[in-house]
C-alpha cells in the first residue's frame, strides 16, 4: 500500500488551498529530481490541511513576487555530487554561536521572554491559537479530519512553522483514539518547538497538564525528522532532540540542518521542501 503525503503550512496568510498545494508539490518534485534524479511516485497522494481561511478573509492573489517564486523552485541550480557532501558536512555541526544562543533559549528563555509581548500584535494567529480555544479547534480540524480519512495507510506529514506546533497537538490527540492515524514520517520544518514559550503551552493543549516531560506523539511509528536552517529565527532552538523524549516506539527527534536556499528566506517553506532531507528520509519515488 503506497503512503498519502499530508501537509500543512504555517503561520499568515497563504494562496487559495489549491495553488498553495501545487507549489508544495512542485518544490518537492524539484529537490527529488536534484537530489536523487526521482520524481514522486504517481500512486502518492497529497494533500494540504489549509487553516489560513479561518484566520484570513480572503487569500493572498498570485502576483508578481508570487510568479518569482514559483520561477525559483526550478532555477535552483542541482549540485554536483561533491558539492553537496561538502554542503552536508558544513550544515551538520552547529556553530558556536547558535550553541550559545540555543543554551540562553533553553536555560534563561530570554528570547521567549523577549517574544510573548510582541506575539500578540506580531503573530496574531499564533496568539490565537494558544489562548482562543474556539480558533485553536478550529485550524485543527482539516488536518484531523485528513489523518482520520488516511488513517488505514502509511501516512507522510510534512509540516512548516506554526503547522509543526499544530501537529503535534493534534498527533497527541489523535494518539488516544482506538485505531489512531499512522505516521510513518513526521517532518518539521522551521519549527518553533523549542521555544520555552512554546513548550510551555503544550501540556495544556495536549491535554498533559501534570505532564513532567514532552515526548514524540505515539502515532509517530517510525520517524521524526526536524529540519531547521541555523540563519532561521523562528526556530532559534534547532535541537528538539533534547527537548522531547521517545514515544513508545521508541522514536524521538532527530534534528537535521540545512541551507535553505529561497532566496531572502531562510524561514520559507519551498526552500525547506526542496531540500536533500526530502530525498534522503523516506519519500517513495520513481527513478528517472
Not at 128 to 155: G, M, S, T
Not at 189 to 195: A, E, I, K, T, V
Request: proline share 7%.
Amino acid at each position: 500500500m503506497y503512503p498519502i503525503i499530508i501537509a500543512i503550512h504555517g503561520r499568515g496568510n497563504k494562496l487559495p488551498t489549491t495553488t498553495l498545494s501545487a507549489l508544495w508539490q512542485q518544490a518537492l518534485k524539484h529537490g527529488l529530481q536534484c537530489y536523487n534524479q526521482s520524481q514522486l511516485h504517481p500512486q502518492i497522494d497529497f494533500k494540504m490541511a489549509y487553516y489560513a481561511d479561518h484566520f484570513y478573509q480572503q487569500p493572498l492573489v498570485l502576483s508578481a513576487a508570487t510568479k518569482t517564486a514559483i520561477r525559483h523552485i526550478y532555477s535552483v541550480k542541482q549540485l554536483p555530487p561533491q558539492h553537496h557532501q561538502q554542503l552536508l558536512l558544513s550544515t551538520s555541526t552547529p556553530r558556536w554561536g547558535t550553541k550559545i544562543a540555543e543554551w540562553i533559549e533553553d536555560k534563561l528563555s530570554v528570547f521567549s521572554f523577549v517574544a510573548k509581548p510582541l506575539l500578540k500584535s506580531l503573530l496574531p494567529d499564533i496568539h490565537h491559537y494558544f489562548h482562543d480555544a474556539n480558533y485553536q479547534h478550529a485550524v485543527e480540524q482539516p488536518l484531523v479530519k485528513l489523518l482520520n480519512q488516511y488513517q488505514h495507510r502509511p501516512i507522510i506529514l510534512l509540516s512548516h512553522s506554526m503547522g509543526t506546533v499544530i501537529a503535534y497537538n493534534v498527533l497527541h490527540q489523535l494518539s488516544r483514539q482506538t485505531t489512531p492515524p499512522q505516521i510513518s514520517t513526521w517532518f518539521t520544518f522551521g519549527s518553533p518547538l523549542g521555544l520555552t514559550s512554546v513548550k510551555g503551552f503544550l501540556p495544556k493543549i495536549t491535554q498533559q497538564p501534570s505532564v513532567k516531560a514532552l515526548a514524540t506523539p505515539d502515532c509517530v511509528t517510525e520517524q521524526w525528522i526536524n529540519v531547521s536552517d541555523k540563519r532561521d529565527i523562528v526556530c532559534i532552538d534547532h535541537d528538539l532532540s533534547d527537548d522531547y523524549l521517545a514515544n513508545r516506539h521508541k522514536i524521538k527527534p532527530k534534528d537535521c540542518y540545512i541551507t535553505n536556499d529561497y532566496p531572502g528566506n531562510s524561514h520559507k517553506s519551498y526552500g525547506y521542501l526542496w531540500s536533500h532531507v526530502i530525498a534522503k528520509y523516506g519519500i517513495p519515488k520513481v527513478t528517472l
